[in-house]
T-cell receptor
Framework: AQSVAQPEDQVNVAEGNPLTVKCTYS??????LFWYVQYPNRGLQFLLK??????LVKGSYGFEAEFNKSQTSFHLKKPSALVSDSALYFC?????????????FGTGTRLLVSP | DAGITQSPRYKITETGRQVTLMCHQT?????MFWYRQDLGHGLRLIYY???????DKGEVPDGYVVSRSKTENFPLTLESATRSQTSVYFC?????????????FGPGTRLLVL
């Protein structure tokens, strides 16, 4: 069975500092990995995805994520945080080999960026 | 670009009543999904549909019914609402390009069952 873990319920960072939101995954085959962001009272917005190829994936709003197969991780990063980045972030995984488009989501990490 | 819409955005109902949540997408996406979001659980899949008239259960289907007579609509019905169904419900859709496809989400329906 596939699963995703987001070990931090909340991450606090000062504006202008780099940020990292952690995600580890477990699948029986090869993973497709996704990051979504949710602003208050809004739906989830797609940020980026890893399918294959370069381990560093660039996405929307200056975010990027690094796929590490040996550590089964897909951490979300941004070189310089903005107050407007404060939101709830979800990591999700799809098992390439088990068919269908089912996504399994982590429990979410709340990012708070202070001015 | 209307994308994917949900209605109502907020709903209060009583235990035992039937409630239908609507989802409409304008992209002609093949796949549509219903999730519920609860604190500590992230998003959990309720039902999904690969095409019109093709639906299947997800992780937490009990107490819910879906139909999909048209590609663009995917209503979710709570046949007899219970307090445990108080949640935020999200509809999503994606194309039929395979497992690389991204799912796009609607704005959500916040449901309170009293």
């Amino acid at each position: 069975a596939q699963s995703v873990a987001q070990p931090e319920d909340q991450v606090n960072v000062a504006e202008g500092n780099p940020l990292t939101v952690k995600c580890t995954y477990s699948v029986s085959g090869n993973p497709y990995l996704f990051w979504y962001v949710q602003y208050p009272n809004r739906g989830l917005q797609f940020l980026l995805k890893y399918i294959t190829g370069d381990n560093l994936v660039k996405g929307s709003y200056g975010f990027e994520a690094e796929f590490n197969k040996s550590q089964t991780s897909f951490h979300l990063k941004k070189p310089s945080a903005l107050v407007s980045d404060s939101a709830l972030y979800f990591c999700a995984v799809r098992d390439v080999d088990t068919g269908f488009q089912k996504l399994v989501f982590g429990t979410g990490t709340r990012l708070l960026v202070s001015p | 670009d209307a994308g994917i819409t949900q209605s109502p955005r907020y709903k209060i109902t009583e235990t035992g009543r039937q409630v239908t949540l609507m989802c409409h997408q304008t992209w002609s996406h093949s796949y549509m999904f219903w999730y519920r979001q609860d604190l500590g659980h992230g998003l959990r899949l309720i039902y999904y549909s690969a095409a019109a008239d093709i639906t299947d259960k997800g992780e937490v289907p009990d107490g819910y019914v879906v139909s999909r007579s048209k590609t663009e609509n995917f209503p979710l019905t709570l046949e007899s609402a219970t307090r445990s169904q108080t949640s935020v419900y999200f509809c999503a859709s994606s194309g039929k390009g395979g497992r690389t496809e991204t799912q796009y989400f609607g704005p959500g329906t916040r449901l309170l069952v009293l």
